[in-house]
């Protein structure tokens, strides 16, 4: 049973309330020495990637999915045909702008491909971004689950459509990706239809919903 804590109402008369949950904040200061050790010993994957996309910290379960690869940009473990839309993902999520969980092929130590399924959170210092933390694991066959960066979009598509969500007209794609105003419009049908959309404004709605944008 919760405790209540009386409440004066305008009428003068007292009724029980909810009394106030103690903060977890004393608690998790007390144990936050004990996380990085405790990080480092559980089964499953995890890493730091600073601002910048430079791989500065990986656990033991990491290392044996990828290799120690401390040091280097973190787009050196992923499948080179992802790298743009991984790039992509990275930024908008430093900035908050992104899904966080998300699916990936990565490249594993053995050199061998992996789809793996990834859920990420900036690390803040006094407002700004200065990393990301994530945990990583192998893409399971059932329940929900993260969609896979580009949706079976080509990178020129993926392109286009972040280009759509910003609210750029065809001319202006175009003028900005060199290209012409038909080839825009091929690119915009092919995606439209690939994601099952009947509009531009559509298909925008379906990659935001699906987490591609």
């Excluded at 936050?32 to 990080?39: E, G, R, V």
């Excluded at 480092?40 to 910290?57: F, K, L, Q």
């Excluded at 803040?124 to 933390?133: E, L, V």
């Excluded at 007209?169 to 290209?179: F, G, M, P, V, Y």
Aim: aromatic share 4%; hydrophobic share 35%; charged share 25%.
């Amino acid at each position: 049973m919760p405790k209540t804590v009386q409440a004066r109402y305008g009428s003068g008369v007292l009724k029980d309330a909810p009394a106030q949950q103690p903060s977890a904040a004393p608690f998790l200061s007390l144990i936050s020495p004990q996380l990085p050790p405790a990080l480092e010993e559980i089964s499953v994957p995890a890493y730091v990637i600073d601002s910048g996309g430079r791989i500065r910290w990986l656990n033991e379960a990491a290392k044996q999915l990828v290799g120690d690869c401390t040091g280097r940009m973190f787009t050196t473990v992923i499948d080179p045909e992802d790298i743009p839309r991984a790039k992509s993902r990275f930024h908008r999520n430093l900035h908050g702008d992104g899904h966080r969980d998300f699916a990936i092929d990565i490249v594993t130590a053995d050199g061998s491909e992996q789809l793996v399924e990834i859920s990420s959170v900036p690390l803040r210092s006094r407002h700004r971004a200065i990393g990301m933390f994530g945990l990583v694991r192998p893409r399971t066959e059932t329940g929900k689950r993260p969609p896979k960066i580009g949706g079976g979009l080509t990178s020129r598509q993926h392109e286009i459509l972040e280009l759509l969500a910003d609210g750029s007209s065809t001319d202006q794609i175009a003028a900005q990706l060199h290209i012409s105003r038909e080839t825009v419009r091929n690119h915009v049908r092919h995606l439209t239809k690939r994601l099952g959309a009947k509009s531009r404004l559509e298909a925008v709605a379906v990659a935001r919903r699906e987490g591609l944008l």
